[in-house]
């Protein structure tokens, strides 16, 4: 099963034109609403910021957990995507440490949705299991071509790499800087080194 299809499995949008829009703004008024208010925020200011009635807010998601379903799907492709768009030809070290800087970036978001969702859902839900699988799936072929290129070592595999940035992201920072910094420092220990 391809990442696409891992996660459109659970995902579906709308057909319609009109529709998809209404659908594509809620859900971005959702990601700009949750980043800011977190679990408290209600869904009648998703629809105030999406420009939408509230009906057809509920039309496309008929529950908050719906919705929030959607959202963290749509992080889950946009990261797996990422991984996609990375050029065939370009440098591995620079296509594998770019993902990991836009993954790290998902897990801000992702943090705040799956505690949400945690309300609703077992850790081992389908949902999570499809998106880790679509993640693991994405970033594999990423850490390979690196490997095959002699930049990364051999003896890792995309779980540690993925748990290590996982616990980068959950160090508690001031600043997001920092967190970049570590980030950064840890990947450049996945550099191979020959030795002397």
């Given amino acids: 099963m391809s990442t696409t299809e891992t996660t459109q499995t659970l995902l579906t949008r709308p057909k319609r034109a009109d529709a998809r829009r209404n659908y594509e703004k809620v859900l971005a008024a959702a990601r700009e609403a949750f980043a800011e208010g977190?679990?408290?925020?209600?869904?009648?200011?998703?629809?105030?910021?999406?420009?939408?009635?509230?009906?057809?807010?509920y039309r496309h998601f008929p529950s908050r957990q719906?919705?929030?379903?959607?959202?963290?799907?749509?992080?889950?492709?946009?990261?797996?995507?990422?991984?996609?768009?990375?050029p065939d030809d370009g440098d591995p070290w620079e296509a594998l440490n770019s993902w990991f800087e836009r993954f790290n970036g998902y897990l801000a978001t992702?943090?705040?949705l799956a505690a949400e969702l945690?309300?609703?859902l077992e850790r081992d839900?389908?949902?999570?299991?499809?998106?880790?699988?679509?993640l693991f799936e994405a970033g594999e072929p990423l850490l390979k071509r690196a490997q095959e290129?002699?930049?990364?070592?051999?003896d890792v595999e995309?779980?540690?790499?993925?748990?290590?940035?996982?616990?980068?992201?959950?160090?508690?920072?001031?600043?997001?800087r920092q967190t970049q910094q570590i980030l950064r420092i840890a990947l450049d220990g996945l550099r191979y080194r020959p030795d002397a």
């Fill in 125 to 134: 839900a389908q949902l999570f299991k499809a998106s880790r699988a679509a």
């Fill in 118 to 120: 945690l309300n609703y």
């Fill in 149 to 154: 290129a002699g930049v990364v070592r051999p």
């Fill in 158 to 176: 995309i779980a540690d790499v993925i748990q290590m940035v996982i616990g980068i992201a959950k160090i508690p920072a001031a600043d997001p």
């Fill in 66 to 86: 719906a919705l929030v379903e959607a959202l963290y799907l749509e992080e889950v492709e946009e990261v797996c995507r990422s991984a996609a768009e990375q």
């Fill in 110 to 112: 992702k943090q705040a």
């Fill in 38 to 57: 977190g679990e408290s925020t209600a869904l009648e200011e998703i629809a105030r910021r999406a420009g939408v009635g509230i009906g057809t807010l």
